[in-house]
Protein backbone atom coordinates (compact mmCIF):
# COMPACT_ATOMS: atom_id res chain seq x y z
CA UNK A 1 0.00 0.00 0.00
CA UNK A 2 2.71 2.62 1.01
CA UNK A 3 4.67 1.69 -2.70
CA UNK A 4 1.25 2.47 -4.04
CA UNK A 5 0.53 5.85 -2.39
CA UNK A 6 4.48 6.62 -3.18
CA UNK A 7 4.08 5.87 -7.19
CA UNK A 8 0.59 8.24 -6.92
CA UNK A 9 2.33 11.08 -5.97
CA UNK A 10 5.28 10.47 -8.07
CA UNK A 11 3.35 11.25 -10.57
CA UNK A 12 0.86 13.81 -9.54
CA UNK A 13 4.00 16.48 -9.57
CA UNK A 14 3.73 19.79 -11.98
CA UNK A 15 6.56 18.20 -14.82
CA UNK A 16 4.92 14.76 -14.80
CA UNK A 17 1.50 16.30 -15.53
CA UNK A 18 2.49 18.53 -18.29
CA UNK A 19 4.55 15.13 -19.92
CA UNK A 20 0.97 13.56 -19.57
CA UNK A 21 -0.99 16.33 -20.76
CA UNK A 22 1.96 16.94 -24.09
CA UNK A 23 1.80 13.03 -24.61
CA UNK A 24 -1.88 13.05 -24.83
CA UNK A 25 -2.10 16.26 -27.14
CA UNK A 26 0.67 15.17 -29.47
CA UNK A 27 -1.15 11.77 -29.67
CA UNK A 28 -4.57 13.16 -30.50
CA UNK A 29 -3.20 15.14 -33.02
CA UNK A 30 -1.29 12.32 -34.86
CA UNK A 31 -4.46 10.00 -34.67
CA UNK A 32 -6.04 12.41 -36.52
CA UNK A 33 -4.02 12.19 -39.36
CA UNK A 34 -5.00 9.03 -41.52
CA UNK A 35 -2.00 6.80 -41.41
CA UNK A 36 -0.28 7.41 -38.70
CA UNK A 37 -1.57 6.27 -35.38
CA UNK A 38 -0.32 4.99 -32.54
CA UNK A 39 2.11 2.79 -33.17
CA UNK A 40 3.83 5.07 -35.58
CA UNK A 41 3.97 7.79 -32.96
CA UNK A 42 5.15 5.43 -30.01
CA UNK A 43 7.74 4.40 -31.49
CA UNK A 44 9.32 7.71 -32.87
CA UNK A 45 8.59 9.06 -29.10
CA UNK A 46 10.20 6.86 -27.28
CA UNK A 47 13.98 7.44 -28.22
CA UNK A 48 12.93 11.46 -27.62
CA UNK A 49 12.54 9.99 -23.68
CA UNK A 50 15.70 9.09 -23.52
CA UNK A 51 17.19 11.71 -21.14
CA UNK A 52 13.54 12.09 -19.41
CA UNK A 53 12.85 10.96 -15.57
CA UNK A 54 11.51 7.18 -15.84
CA UNK A 55 7.92 8.51 -14.36
CA UNK A 56 7.85 11.46 -16.84
CA UNK A 57 8.96 9.24 -20.00
CA UNK A 58 6.67 6.25 -19.72
CA UNK A 59 3.92 9.06 -18.68
CA UNK A 60 4.68 10.37 -21.69
CA UNK A 61 4.27 7.81 -24.06
CA UNK A 62 1.03 6.35 -22.31
CA UNK A 63 -0.39 9.93 -23.11
CA UNK A 64 0.60 9.46 -27.10
CA UNK A 65 -0.57 5.93 -27.11
CA UNK A 66 -4.26 6.60 -25.31
CA UNK A 67 -4.56 10.01 -27.24
CA UNK A 68 -3.83 8.65 -30.65
CA UNK A 69 -6.32 5.71 -30.50
CA UNK A 70 -9.18 8.25 -29.45
CA UNK A 71 -7.82 10.72 -31.93
CA UNK A 72 -7.99 8.62 -34.89
CA UNK A 73 -11.93 8.51 -34.94
CA UNK A 74 -12.16 12.06 -35.48
CA UNK A 75 -10.98 11.94 -39.20
CA UNK A 76 -13.24 8.19 -39.15
CA UNK A 77 -16.50 11.12 -38.27
CA UNK A 78 -15.44 13.72 -40.75
CA UNK A 79 -14.28 12.19 -43.56
CA UNK A 80 -15.01 8.91 -43.21
CA UNK A 81 -10.64 8.42 -43.30
CA UNK A 82 -9.52 6.32 -40.50
CA UNK A 83 -6.79 7.48 -38.72
CA UNK A 84 -5.97 3.89 -38.13
CA UNK A 85 -7.76 0.50 -39.37
CA UNK A 86 -9.45 0.21 -36.09
CA UNK A 87 -11.33 3.09 -36.55
CA UNK A 88 -12.78 2.36 -39.53
CA UNK A 89 -16.20 0.68 -38.23
CA UNK A 90 -16.63 4.58 -36.47
CA UNK A 91 -16.59 5.51 -39.66
CA UNK A 92 -19.56 3.36 -41.17
CA UNK A 93 -22.10 5.07 -38.94
CA UNK A 94 -20.03 8.24 -37.16
CA UNK A 95 -19.06 9.81 -40.66
CA UNK A 96 -23.10 9.35 -42.19
CA UNK A 97 -23.94 11.41 -38.99
CA UNK A 98 -21.60 14.18 -39.85
CA UNK A 99 -22.93 14.31 -43.45
CA UNK A 100 -26.52 14.83 -41.49
CA UNK A 101 -25.42 17.77 -39.61
CA UNK A 102 -24.81 15.20 -36.27
CA UNK A 103 -20.56 15.86 -36.89
CA UNK A 104 -20.67 17.08 -33.03
CA UNK A 105 -23.20 15.00 -31.64
CA UNK A 106 -21.11 11.64 -33.48
CA UNK A 107 -17.71 13.31 -31.89
CA UNK A 108 -18.87 13.44 -28.36
CA UNK A 109 -20.48 9.93 -28.38
CA UNK A 110 -16.98 8.58 -30.02
CA UNK A 111 -14.76 10.95 -27.15
CA UNK A 112 -17.09 9.49 -24.21
CA UNK A 113 -17.04 6.07 -25.22
CA UNK A 114 -13.34 6.22 -25.43
CA UNK A 115 -12.73 7.42 -22.17
CA UNK A 116 -15.31 5.20 -20.76
CA UNK A 117 -13.68 2.33 -22.31
CA UNK A 118 -9.81 3.11 -21.41
CA UNK A 119 -10.84 3.97 -17.79
CA UNK A 120 -12.64 0.49 -16.92
CA UNK A 121 -10.12 -1.09 -19.01
CA UNK A 122 -7.29 0.81 -16.98
CA UNK A 123 -9.10 -0.28 -13.41
CA UNK A 124 -9.04 -4.23 -14.85
CA UNK A 125 -5.73 -3.77 -15.35
CA UNK A 126 -4.69 -2.33 -12.07
CA UNK A 127 -6.84 -5.15 -10.37
CA UNK A 128 -6.64 -8.26 -12.39
CA UNK A 129 -3.44 -8.42 -13.96
CA UNK A 130 -2.01 -11.92 -12.91
CA UNK A 131 -5.53 -13.43 -12.71
CA UNK A 132 -5.95 -12.37 -15.95
CA UNK A 133 -2.77 -13.55 -17.43
CA UNK A 134 -3.14 -16.87 -16.32
CA UNK A 135 -6.49 -17.43 -18.19
CA UNK A 136 -4.60 -15.97 -21.42
CA UNK A 137 -2.21 -18.32 -20.82
CA UNK A 138 -4.61 -21.38 -21.36
CA UNK A 139 -5.41 -20.00 -24.90
CA UNK A 140 -3.17 -22.37 -27.01
CA UNK A 141 -2.73 -22.44 -31.11
CA UNK A 142 -5.81 -24.57 -31.21
CA UNK A 143 -8.52 -22.61 -29.63
CA UNK A 144 -6.44 -19.34 -31.15
CA UNK A 145 -7.21 -20.56 -34.35
CA UNK A 146 -10.76 -20.69 -33.29
CA UNK A 147 -11.08 -17.49 -31.79
CA UNK A 148 -9.94 -16.31 -34.91
CA UNK A 149 -11.68 -17.93 -37.67
CA UNK A 150 -14.96 -17.33 -35.74
CA UNK A 151 -13.89 -13.78 -35.70
CA UNK A 152 -14.18 -13.40 -39.11
CA UNK A 153 -16.82 -15.64 -39.99
CA UNK A 154 -19.02 -13.02 -37.24
CA UNK A 155 -18.04 -9.72 -39.12
CA UNK A 156 -18.46 -10.88 -42.29
CA UNK A 157 -21.93 -12.11 -41.24
CA UNK A 158 -22.69 -8.80 -40.29
CA UNK A 159 -21.38 -6.52 -43.21
CA UNK A 160 -23.14 -5.30 -45.50
CA UNK A 161 -26.47 -6.45 -47.21
CA UNK A 162 -24.80 -10.28 -47.87
CA UNK A 163 -23.58 -12.36 -45.49
CA UNK A 164 -21.72 -14.56 -47.98
CA UNK A 165 -20.54 -11.98 -49.80
CA UNK A 166 -19.11 -10.65 -46.61
CA UNK A 167 -17.57 -14.32 -45.70
CA UNK A 168 -16.07 -13.88 -49.38
CA UNK A 169 -14.30 -10.78 -48.93
CA UNK A 170 -12.68 -11.36 -45.42
CA UNK A 171 -11.46 -14.82 -47.41
CA UNK A 172 -9.79 -12.81 -49.46
CA UNK A 173 -8.36 -10.48 -47.04
CA UNK A 174 -6.40 -13.53 -45.71
CA UNK A 175 -5.02 -14.72 -49.29
CA UNK A 176 -3.67 -11.20 -49.71
CA UNK A 177 -2.23 -11.56 -46.14
CA UNK A 178 -0.25 -14.38 -47.92
CA UNK A 179 2.01 -12.16 -49.98
CA UNK A 180 5.52 -11.83 -48.66
CA UNK A 181 8.03 -14.41 -47.23
CA UNK A 182 6.57 -17.75 -46.09
CA UNK A 183 6.45 -17.86 -42.69
CA UNK A 184 9.06 -20.87 -41.72
CA UNK A 185 11.08 -21.45 -44.83
CA UNK A 186 11.25 -17.51 -45.51
CA UNK A 187 10.61 -18.41 -49.00
CA UNK A 188 8.89 -15.72 -50.98
CA UNK A 189 5.15 -16.37 -52.47
CA UNK A 190 3.57 -14.50 -54.39
CA UNK A 191 5.76 -11.24 -54.77
CA UNK A 192 6.34 -10.99 -58.42
CA UNK A 193 9.44 -10.39 -58.33
CA UNK A 194 9.27 -6.89 -56.69
CA UNK A 195 11.39 -6.87 -53.29
CA UNK A 196 9.29 -4.61 -51.76
CA UNK A 197 6.76 -7.32 -51.10
CA UNK A 198 9.41 -9.72 -49.63
CA UNK A 199 7.99 -8.27 -46.23
CA UNK A 200 4.29 -8.19 -47.54
CA UNK A 201 1.46 -5.84 -48.97
CA UNK A 202 1.71 -2.90 -46.24
CA UNK A 203 -1.47 -2.91 -44.19
CA UNK A 204 -1.56 1.21 -43.39
CA UNK A 205 -1.11 2.31 -46.93
CA UNK A 206 -3.83 -0.37 -48.08
CA UNK A 207 -5.99 1.00 -45.37
CA UNK A 208 -5.98 3.97 -46.58
CA UNK A 209 -6.64 3.44 -50.03
CA UNK A 210 -9.31 1.35 -49.42
CA UNK A 211 -11.13 3.82 -47.02
CA UNK A 212 -10.03 6.98 -47.51
CA UNK A 213 -8.73 7.17 -51.58
CA UNK A 214 -11.85 5.04 -52.54
CA UNK A 215 -14.10 7.49 -50.26
CA UNK A 216 -12.86 10.46 -51.77
CA UNK A 217 -12.94 9.12 -55.38
CA UNK A 218 -16.61 8.51 -54.75
CA UNK A 219 -16.93 12.11 -53.55
CA UNK A 220 -15.21 13.45 -56.26
CA UNK A 221 -17.53 12.03 -58.67
CA UNK A 222 -20.69 13.21 -57.00
CA UNK A 223 -18.96 16.72 -55.59
CA UNK A 224 -21.71 18.83 -56.69
CA UNK A 225 -24.91 17.04 -54.67
CA UNK A 226 -22.25 16.86 -51.70
CA UNK A 227 -21.91 20.75 -51.76
CA UNK A 228 -25.81 20.92 -51.60
CA UNK A 229 -25.05 19.13 -47.92
CA UNK A 230 -22.59 21.13 -47.65
CA UNK A 231 -24.44 24.31 -47.52
CA UNK A 232 -27.33 22.80 -45.84
CA UNK A 233 -25.05 21.99 -43.07
CA UNK A 234 -24.20 25.43 -42.46
CA UNK A 235 -27.91 25.97 -41.41
CA UNK A 236 -28.33 23.02 -39.44
CA UNK A 237 -30.06 23.40 -36.02
CA UNK A 238 -28.24 23.49 -32.99
CA UNK A 239 -30.27 20.60 -30.99
CA UNK A 240 -28.03 18.20 -33.32
CA UNK A 241 -24.95 19.04 -31.51
CA UNK A 242 -26.32 17.44 -28.43
CA UNK A 243 -26.98 13.75 -27.64
CA UNK A 244 -30.41 13.25 -26.19
CA UNK A 245 -31.40 10.81 -22.93
CA UNK A 246 -32.73 8.47 -25.73
CA UNK A 247 -29.33 8.00 -27.65
CA UNK A 248 -27.66 7.57 -23.72
CA UNK A 249 -30.08 4.66 -23.47
CA UNK A 250 -29.13 3.26 -26.82
CA UNK A 251 -25.41 3.81 -26.13
CA UNK A 252 -24.69 2.89 -22.74
CA UNK A 253 -25.43 -0.84 -23.65
CA UNK A 254 -23.28 -0.72 -26.45
CA UNK A 255 -19.98 1.51 -24.64
CA UNK A 256 -20.10 -1.26 -21.90
CA UNK A 257 -20.50 -4.38 -24.29
CA UNK A 258 -17.39 -2.83 -26.25
CA UNK A 259 -15.60 -2.32 -23.36
CA UNK A 260 -15.81 -5.79 -22.03
CA UNK A 261 -15.27 -7.14 -25.79
CA UNK A 262 -12.00 -4.57 -25.65
CA UNK A 263 -10.52 -5.80 -22.81
CA UNK A 264 -10.89 -9.41 -23.38
CA UNK A 265 -9.56 -9.43 -26.98
CA UNK A 266 -6.60 -7.32 -25.73
CA UNK A 267 -5.80 -9.40 -23.36
CA UNK A 268 -4.80 -11.93 -25.70
CA UNK A 269 -1.98 -11.82 -27.85
CA UNK A 270 -2.05 -10.92 -31.58
CA UNK A 271 -5.59 -9.99 -32.04
CA UNK A 272 -5.86 -6.55 -31.31
CA UNK A 273 -7.92 -3.06 -31.25
CA UNK A 274 -9.19 -4.20 -35.02
CA UNK A 275 -10.45 -6.89 -34.60
CA UNK A 276 -11.89 -5.61 -31.06
CA UNK A 277 -13.95 -2.67 -32.79
CA UNK A 278 -14.93 -4.74 -35.41
CA UNK A 279 -16.73 -7.60 -33.09
CA UNK A 280 -18.02 -5.11 -30.80
CA UNK A 281 -19.72 -3.43 -33.85
CA UNK A 282 -21.08 -6.55 -35.01
CA UNK A 283 -22.09 -7.92 -31.59
CA UNK A 284 -23.75 -4.10 -30.99
CA UNK A 285 -25.93 -4.55 -35.06
CA UNK A 286 -26.89 -8.01 -33.87
CA UNK A 287 -28.50 -7.01 -31.05
CA UNK A 288 -30.26 -4.38 -31.82
CA UNK A 289 -33.99 -4.42 -32.72
CA UNK A 290 -33.79 -2.32 -35.74
CA UNK A 291 -30.19 -3.31 -37.10
CA UNK A 292 -31.06 -2.00 -40.74
CA UNK A 293 -30.18 2.02 -39.17
CA UNK A 294 -26.71 0.88 -39.00
CA UNK A 295 -24.43 2.15 -42.00
CA UNK A 296 -26.72 5.06 -41.94
CA UNK A 297 -26.16 6.77 -38.64
CA UNK A 298 -26.72 4.74 -35.61
CA UNK A 299 -24.98 6.48 -32.74
CA UNK A 300 -24.56 3.38 -30.63
CA UNK A 301 -22.31 1.54 -33.68
CA UNK A 302 -19.90 4.71 -32.75
CA UNK A 303 -20.51 4.05 -29.28
CA UNK A 304 -19.49 0.45 -29.67
CA UNK A 305 -16.56 1.28 -31.89
CA UNK A 306 -14.41 3.49 -30.21
CA UNK A 307 -15.25 1.79 -26.78
CA UNK A 308 -13.62 -1.47 -27.72
CA UNK A 309 -10.78 0.48 -29.44
CA UNK A 310 -9.62 2.48 -26.67
CA UNK A 311 -10.35 -0.27 -23.61
CA UNK A 312 -7.45 -2.42 -26.19
CA UNK A 313 -4.93 -0.29 -24.98
CA UNK A 314 -4.62 -0.89 -21.15
CA UNK A 315 -6.13 -4.61 -21.39
CA UNK A 316 -2.76 -5.34 -24.04
CA UNK A 317 -0.80 -4.36 -20.75
CA UNK A 318 -2.09 -7.27 -18.31
CA UNK A 319 -0.01 -10.21 -20.43
CA UNK A 320 3.06 -7.40 -20.28
CA UNK A 321 2.70 -6.84 -16.79
CA UNK A 322 2.49 -10.06 -15.32
CA UNK A 323 4.52 -12.80 -18.04
CA UNK A 324 6.83 -10.13 -20.13
CA UNK A 325 4.48 -10.85 -23.29
CA UNK A 326 3.27 -8.00 -24.59
CA UNK A 327 -0.36 -8.39 -26.34
CA UNK A 328 -0.21 -5.42 -28.73
CA UNK A 329 1.84 -3.74 -30.77
CA UNK A 330 2.14 -0.69 -28.63
CA UNK A 331 3.00 -2.78 -25.61
CA UNK A 332 5.33 -4.16 -27.84
CA UNK A 333 6.82 -0.71 -28.59
CA UNK A 334 6.71 0.00 -24.96
CA UNK A 335 9.09 -2.67 -23.59
CA UNK A 336 12.18 -1.10 -25.36
CA UNK A 337 11.34 2.47 -23.01
CA UNK A 338 10.54 -0.01 -20.41
CA UNK A 339 13.62 -1.58 -20.39
CA UNK A 340 15.86 2.15 -21.23
CA UNK A 341 14.48 3.24 -17.60
CA UNK A 342 15.49 0.21 -15.87
CA UNK A 343 12.13 -1.96 -15.08
CA UNK A 344 12.14 -5.43 -17.04
CA UNK A 345 8.50 -6.47 -17.73
CA UNK A 346 7.26 -9.64 -15.99
CA UNK A 347 6.38 -10.71 -12.70
CA UNK A 348 9.42 -9.60 -10.56
CA UNK A 349 8.99 -6.05 -11.69
CA UNK A 350 6.08 -5.95 -8.98
CA UNK A 351 8.48 -7.49 -6.19
CA UNK A 352 11.45 -5.22 -7.42
CA UNK A 353 9.78 -2.21 -8.78
CA UNK A 354 6.25 -2.08 -7.24
CA UNK A 355 6.48 1.71 -6.56
CA UNK A 356 7.58 2.18 -10.38
CA UNK A 357 4.29 0.22 -11.14
CA UNK A 358 1.97 2.05 -9.12
CA UNK A 359 3.17 5.57 -11.19
CA UNK A 360 2.66 3.72 -14.38
CA UNK A 361 -1.54 3.14 -13.01
CA UNK A 362 -1.27 6.52 -11.92
CA UNK A 363 -0.20 8.01 -15.39
CA UNK A 364 -2.99 6.03 -17.10
CA UNK A 365 -5.51 7.22 -14.98
CA UNK A 366 -4.36 10.88 -15.63
CA UNK A 367 -4.18 10.17 -19.17
CA UNK A 368 -7.68 9.06 -19.39
CA UNK A 369 -8.59 12.25 -17.86
CA UNK A 370 -6.30 14.73 -19.74
CA UNK A 371 -7.91 12.95 -23.06
CA UNK A 372 -11.15 13.92 -21.67
CA UNK A 373 -10.27 17.66 -21.48
CA UNK A 374 -8.41 17.69 -24.52
CA UNK A 375 -10.38 15.72 -27.03
CA UNK A 376 -13.95 17.79 -25.52
CA UNK A 377 -11.96 21.21 -26.52
CA UNK A 378 -10.44 19.92 -29.40
CA UNK A 379 -13.11 18.59 -31.23
CA UNK A 380 -14.99 21.64 -31.26
CA UNK A 381 -11.77 23.18 -33.69
CA UNK A 382 -12.14 19.66 -35.45
CA UNK A 383 -15.47 19.74 -36.04
CA UNK A 384 -15.56 23.00 -38.36
CA UNK A 385 -13.40 20.66 -41.18
CA UNK A 386 -17.89 19.69 -41.98
CA UNK A 387 -18.07 23.23 -43.15
CA UNK A 388 -15.46 23.41 -45.32
CA UNK A 389 -16.17 23.46 -48.91
CA UNK A 390 -15.10 19.71 -50.59
CA UNK A 391 -12.49 21.48 -53.32
CA UNK A 392 -10.18 22.18 -50.49
CA UNK A 393 -10.59 19.06 -48.23
CA UNK A 394 -10.60 16.32 -51.27
CA UNK A 395 -6.99 17.44 -51.85
CA UNK A 396 -6.43 17.81 -48.34
CA UNK A 397 -7.21 14.66 -47.32
CA UNK A 398 -5.59 13.17 -50.48
CA UNK A 399 -2.41 14.55 -49.45
CA UNK A 400 -2.43 13.27 -45.53
CA UNK A 401 -3.24 9.75 -47.15
CA UNK A 402 -0.47 10.42 -49.31
CA UNK A 403 2.35 10.92 -46.31
CA UNK A 404 1.00 8.00 -43.93
CA UNK A 405 1.38 5.73 -47.16
CA UNK A 406 5.05 6.90 -47.44
CA UNK A 407 6.11 6.63 -44.16
CA UNK A 408 4.36 3.60 -43.18
CA UNK A 409 4.96 2.23 -46.98
CA UNK A 410 8.42 2.40 -47.34
CA UNK A 411 8.51 5.63 -50.16
CA UNK A 412 6.79 5.43 -53.49
CA UNK A 413 5.75 1.75 -53.20
CA UNK A 414 3.42 2.66 -50.05
CA UNK A 415 1.66 5.26 -52.73
CA UNK A 416 1.76 2.44 -55.29
CA UNK A 417 -0.30 0.05 -52.85
CA UNK A 418 -2.18 2.71 -51.92
CA UNK A 419 -3.44 4.17 -55.29
CA UNK A 420 -4.72 0.05 -56.28
CA UNK A 421 -6.65 -0.27 -53.34
CA UNK A 422 -8.25 2.46 -53.54
CA UNK A 423 -9.44 1.56 -57.00
CA UNK A 424 -10.08 -1.75 -55.62
CA UNK A 425 -12.24 -0.20 -52.77
CA UNK A 426 -13.99 1.66 -55.34
CA UNK A 427 -15.29 -1.23 -57.26
CA UNK A 428 -16.03 -3.00 -53.83
CA UNK A 429 -17.99 -0.25 -52.99
CA UNK A 430 -20.04 -0.53 -56.05
CA UNK A 431 -20.37 -4.70 -55.83
CA UNK A 432 -21.10 -4.28 -52.45
CA UNK A 433 -18.35 -6.41 -50.73
CA UNK A 434 -17.40 -5.57 -47.44
CA UNK A 435 -13.84 -3.91 -47.62
CA UNK A 436 -14.15 -4.10 -43.94
CA UNK A 437 -14.08 -7.43 -43.66
CA UNK A 438 -11.37 -7.68 -46.07
CA UNK A 439 -9.17 -5.96 -44.05
CA UNK A 440 -10.03 -7.36 -40.79
CA UNK A 441 -9.24 -10.72 -42.94
CA UNK A 442 -5.69 -9.01 -43.72
CA UNK A 443 -4.80 -8.05 -40.32
CA UNK A 444 -5.88 -11.42 -38.58
CA UNK A 445 -4.39 -13.46 -41.84
CA UNK A 446 -0.64 -13.95 -40.83
CA UNK A 447 -1.76 -15.38 -36.89
CA UNK A 448 -4.50 -17.49 -38.33
CA UNK A 449 -1.81 -18.89 -40.72
CA UNK A 450 0.70 -19.36 -38.15
CA UNK A 451 -1.76 -21.09 -35.42
CA UNK A 452 -3.11 -22.75 -38.40
CA UNK A 453 -0.19 -24.84 -38.74
CA UNK A 454 0.79 -25.25 -35.21
CA UNK A 455 -3.02 -26.40 -34.41
CA UNK A 456 -2.24 -29.44 -37.03
CA UNK A 457 1.03 -29.84 -35.92
CA UNK A 458 -0.31 -30.67 -32.52
CA UNK A 459 -3.15 -32.70 -33.35
CA UNK A 460 -2.67 -34.02 -37.10
CA UNK A 461 -6.30 -33.05 -37.42
CA UNK A 462 -7.62 -36.61 -35.27
CA UNK A 463 -10.80 -36.68 -33.63
CA UNK A 464 -9.45 -35.83 -30.24
CA UNK A 465 -8.80 -32.46 -31.25
CA UNK A 466 -12.69 -32.01 -30.01
CA UNK A 467 -12.25 -33.82 -26.94
CA UNK A 468 -8.93 -32.14 -25.91
CA UNK A 469 -9.48 -28.86 -26.80
CA UNK A 470 -13.76 -28.01 -26.26
CA UNK A 471 -13.26 -24.22 -26.14
CA UNK A 472 -11.85 -24.58 -29.66
CA UNK A 473 -14.55 -26.82 -30.35
CA UNK A 474 -17.39 -24.68 -28.91
CA UNK A 475 -15.71 -21.75 -31.44
CA UNK A 476 -15.55 -23.74 -34.41
CA UNK A 477 -19.50 -24.50 -34.20
CA UNK A 478 -20.69 -21.45 -33.03
CA UNK A 479 -19.00 -20.75 -36.61
CA UNK A 480 -20.68 -23.35 -38.90
CA UNK A 481 -24.08 -21.97 -37.13
CA UNK A 482 -23.18 -18.38 -37.68
CA UNK A 483 -22.61 -18.96 -41.45
CA UNK A 484 -25.64 -21.56 -42.42
CA UNK A 485 -27.83 -18.96 -39.76
CA UNK A 486 -26.50 -15.67 -42.29
CA UNK A 487 -25.39 -17.23 -45.09
CA UNK A 488 -29.00 -17.97 -46.43
CA UNK A 489 -27.77 -21.53 -46.87
CA UNK A 490 -30.10 -24.17 -45.88
CA UNK A 491 -30.19 -28.57 -45.87
CA UNK A 492 -33.63 -29.22 -47.98
CA UNK A 493 -34.92 -32.48 -47.71
CA UNK A 494 -35.48 -34.06 -51.35
CA UNK A 495 -39.67 -33.38 -52.71
CA UNK A 496 -41.23 -37.00 -53.50
CA UNK A 497 -43.69 -34.84 -55.22
CA UNK A 498 -44.23 -31.81 -57.05
CA UNK A 499 -47.61 -31.29 -55.06
CA UNK A 500 -51.09 -29.44 -56.22
CA UNK A 501 -50.94 -26.26 -58.14
CA UNK A 502 -52.98 -24.78 -55.62
CA UNK A 503 -50.11 -25.88 -53.11
CA UNK A 504 -47.15 -24.64 -55.07
CA UNK A 505 -49.19 -21.22 -55.53
CA UNK A 506 -49.32 -21.21 -51.96
CA UNK A 507 -45.28 -22.18 -51.61
CA UNK A 508 -44.34 -18.68 -54.10
CA UNK A 509 -46.39 -16.54 -51.95
Request: charged share 15%.
Amino acid sequence: MTALLNGFADVFTAVNLLWIVLGVGTGYVVGVIPGLGKGTATAVAVPLTFYLPPVAAIAYLIGISKGSAAGSAVSAILLNAPGEPSSAPTAMDGYPLARQGKARKALKMGLFASVTGDVISTILLILLAAPLARVAMLIGPVELTAILIFSLAFIGSLSGKSALKGIIAGILGVLVATVGMELETAVPRMTWGLLDLWDGVPLIPMAIGMLAVAEMIVQASDRRNLEMERISLDKSDPENDRITGAEWRQSLPAIFRGTFIGSAIGILPGLGASVASFISYGATRRAAQDPERFGKGAIEGVAASESADNAVVPASFVTLFAIGVPGSVIAAIMIGAFMIHGLTPGPRMFVEQPRMVAAIYASMLVASVALLAIGWFGQRLFSLIVHVPLKLVLPSVIFFCCMGAWLQGGGAFGIMVMVVFGLLGVLAKQLDYSFVTFLIGFVIGPNLELSMRQSIAMTDLEPRLFIDHPVASLFLLATVFMVLRFSGLRIRRPRTDAGTPNQRREEIK
